[in-house]
């Protein structure tokens, strides 16, 4: 993941994520571009979202940030991290006892990440998704989401 985010926009992508995961059993994406307009994130899934798990998704993030969750930020050993999330993208190199930066989003989500967030979901104001598809000859197949913060 790229390191130069909005704050609002990247809290939205960690929701978002989470909301993938759960609605529709999907891994984190594994690519994103995000911009202060218009940002779109990549992931590996086998069909494009029908009209109503669009909107599903896009209800279940905009619930999730009228929660006004706490978004925090700790660091904690590598040891410890990774019996919490997925520690797979992380170099080798890093020792046991070197700190990994662990962002939660309430208990909704949790995940390694070195960038700017919002304090609480409540600061990111409403997600729309703007289109949904797959990207043509991929394979493994990537369905790209696009969004925006209104
Ligand atoms: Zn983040």
Redesign the pocket.
Known sequence: ?SKD?DPQM??A??VLNQSMVRLLGCGRCFSSHLNPGKSKCDYHFARDLTPEEAAGLEKQVNKILAQDLPVREEMIPRRQAEKLVNLSKLPASVGPDEPIRI?RVGDYDI?P?????VERTGQVGSFRLVSHGLLEGQEPPVLRLRFRIE
């Open positions: 993941m985010y990247h809290t992508e960690h962002v995940c990440c070195i960038g700017a967030h």
